[in-house]
């Protein structure tokens, strides 16, 4: 299946963007360590919550997460201080993104783990059991899934957890989430040098914990605004706050750079209220910035500032090559098929001259099993008629209404075989 776009004269809209993604999955793993039985309110309805949802409630001898990465290493840590015997599986894509860091300092703490078929890759074989606990070190250059995942069960160990990590520590607004979310719950949890956290040995409390929503999935709201060319352009999104823990919240800041103004109705910290956007300056004439703390946020703005005219250079995506597909290459392929020919530097990094070529007439954008290929590409279409998107059923890995939410924008979309 594949959508075609086209964007309205002007849009006018109020949306009610998705719960957090981010920190539902981090809520219902603290959860189900306090053994409550009231659910967090306003849980994302996205797949990758939804699978830790249903594998919390029926815990199943095999538990399918899918291709829902954070579910896999979330879910691992929390199988290996839960009584019990699992197999872990997901999509072929997530049996091809590594896991070892996370299996291997589990294995350190005493967990009982096993390689179902490639060394340091799903499936896995889970023993549940109660962990001493105690010192570990990490990379954490790798991902930041793996450090949360270890920060969650830290509390119910029976000596804590001291973690030093090595490296670049990368994502590090995502540590900081998981530490605010574990304290809310009643952790005692802190940064206790540059690069070690203490976890104490005390067990979680029971909390009526709500979600904000989410403010990566505002990212593609802020790219249409910044790319539509109407003259009465404002978009109002509701349920963010200011001063939001979610890293991907930066996104205000980045995009003022490229010309998008930020209001907000309620600037009281901490409080749910809504959000106003409006074009309001010229762009910079050149972005360069370093993503290794909102890798996530990376696939907006290699399609914006093109699209804007904006040179760019930006680093810290080393990430990217480990994702739902290798973001790296997918930018590259997708971006000549608008006309823009983007360059990488070791995996690592992604630069824009203003080199061009030949655009295609009417652009298919392929979305690689994933959801931000497809919600960043979409509002491409306030400057590219005929944009076509293939497989558009991705974004409901985290934002199931993003396609009803662009129509009630104001944009057609007919469905193409």
């Not at 309805?45 to 538990?63: F, H, K, Q, S």
């Not at 300092?105 to 606990?133: C, N, Q, S, T, W």
């Not at 998107?389 to 409901?396: K, Q």
Request: glycine share 6%.
């Amino acid at each position: 299946m594949t959508y075609e776009l086209w964007a309205p004269e002007n849009v006018n809209t109020t949306i009610n963007l998705p719960a957090s993604k981010s920190i539902s999955n981090r809520a219902l793993i603290i959860h189900a360590l306090t053994g409550s039985k009231t659910l967090p309110t306003n849980l994302s309805d996205c797949d990758d919550t939804e699978v830790i949802i249903r594998a919390l409630n029926e815990m199943p001898d095999v538990i399918d997460i899918k291709a829902a990465g954070t579910a896999m290493r979330f879910m691992t840590a929390y199988l290996a201080v839960t009584l019990g015997e699992h197999t872990i599986t997901g999509t072929q894509r997530m049996k091809e993104r590594p896991i070892g860091i996370l299996v291997d300092a589990l294995r350190h703490l005493g967990a009982d783990i096993e390689y179902v078929d490639k060394e340091g890759f799903p499936p896995l074989h889970i023993k549940g059991r109660m962990l001493e606990g105690g010192s570990i070190t990490v990379n954490g250059s790798i991902s930041s899934q793996y450090i949360s995942a270890l920060l969650m069960i830290g509390p119910i160990l029976e000596k804590g957890l001291e973690m030093r990590l090595l490296g670049d520590i990368i994502s590090r607004p995502y540590i900081d989430l998981t530490l605010c979310t574990m304290r809310d719950f009643g952790a005692e949890v802190d940064w206790t040098g540059p690069d070690i956290i203490t976890v104490k040995a005390k067990p979680y409390v029971e909390s009526q914990y709500f979600i904000e929503n989410d403010w990566s999935a505002a990212s593609y709201w802020y790219e249409m605004t910044a790319l539509h060319r109407g003259d009465d352009n404002e978009i109002c999104l509701n349920g963010l706050t200011d001063g939001s823990k979610q890293g991907d919240s930066t996104v205000r800041y980045l995009f003022s750079l490229l010309g998008v103004k930020t209001s907000f109705d309620d600037s009281r910290k901490g409080v749910p209220t809504t959000v106003h956007l409006k074009r309001s300056s010229p762009p910079v004439p050149r972005m360069e910035y370093d993503f290794i703390n909102q890798p996530d946020l990376a696939q907006t703005f290699v399609v914006t500032c093109p699209l804007m005219n904006v040179p760019f250079h930006f680093k810290g995506l080393s990430t990217l090559k480990i994702k739902e597909t290798d973001r790296i290459k997918a930018l590259k392929t997708e971006m000549r098929k608008l006309g823009y020919v983007i360059h990488d530097v070791k995996g690592k990094e992604l630069y824009w001259n203003g080199e061009r070529c030949e655009p295609q007439a009417k652009p298919v954008i392929d979305t690689y099993n994933d959801h931000r290929m497809a919600m960043a590409f979409a509002p491409a279409a306030c400057l590219i008629p005929f944009l076509h998107i293939s497989h558009p059923e991705v974004v409901t890995k985290s934002y199931p209404l993003f396609w009803n939410d662009l129509q009630q924008a104001g944009f057609s979309i007919n469905e193409t075989p």
